[in-house]
């Protein structure tokens, strides 16, 4: 096994307490926001938008509508992600233009895969359940956030416990294609964070692992 990489992994937790002293250095920080860009999705559609609160009063406005967890001040970054919850065809007819631009190829190169987005995310089941499949993808992009600040030994803390509706409100999110899925605070953790020694709690291999 690869044991740089495992411990690397079992370094990183779920942080309660960050020093709040301690800044991300914008270098740092960049190659976080590209980790965030670099990852994939279905039919690689992007659908989230990340937005990274700086600016403490909006800050202390959402802590009370995180159940007061001190992370959302006390951390470096604090990352909203949030999932876009409609593909109308004008978001699609975008990525194509993109996918034409970038890859030097025409547009109508792309008729086929065009028609298999559309036949599946607008006619097929699934498009009764767009937030639901988006937010799916915006967990990809906690993942790979949090495991590459984990690599950069950048800590995080994944948060679920926040209001979504009111941090749409909050961040003017209403009136848009966007809204929260999940929070992620990224910093460095605090000398006083008693959690940082507390053993994982991971089932076995064998109950999790099974080969086929
Ligand atoms: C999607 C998600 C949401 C979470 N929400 C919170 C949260 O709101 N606050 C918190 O302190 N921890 C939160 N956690 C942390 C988990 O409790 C923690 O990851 C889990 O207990 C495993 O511990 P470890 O991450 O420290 O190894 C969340 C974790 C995930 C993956």
Partial sequence: MNSNLLEQLKWRYAVKKFDSQKKISERDWKTLEESLILTPSSYGLQPWKFFVVQD??????????????????????????????????????????????????????????????????????????IPEWATRQVYIALGNLMTCAAIMKIDTCPMEG?????????????????????????????????????????????KLVEII
């Fill in 56 to 129: 403490p009063k909006v800050r202390k406005l959402l802590t009370p509508h995180s159940w007061n967890q001190t992370q959302v001040e006390d951390c470096s970054h604090f990352v909203v992600l949030a999932a876009r919850v409609e593909l109308d065809d004008s978001y699609l007819e975008f990525y194509l233009d993109e996918m034409s631009r970038i890859r030097n190829v025409p547009k109508e190169t792309f008729a086929g895969y065009h028609k298999m987005i559309a036949s599946d995310l607008k006619q097929g089941p699934r498009s009764k359940m």
């Fill in 162 to 206: 926040i209001a979504p509706p009111k941090y749409d409100e909050i961040l003017n999110l209403n009136g848009t294609s966007y809204r929260t899925a999940v929070a992620c605070a990224v910093g460095y953790r605090s000398t006083e964070d008693k959690y940082a020694e507390a053993k994982k709690v991971r089932f076995t291999r064998e």
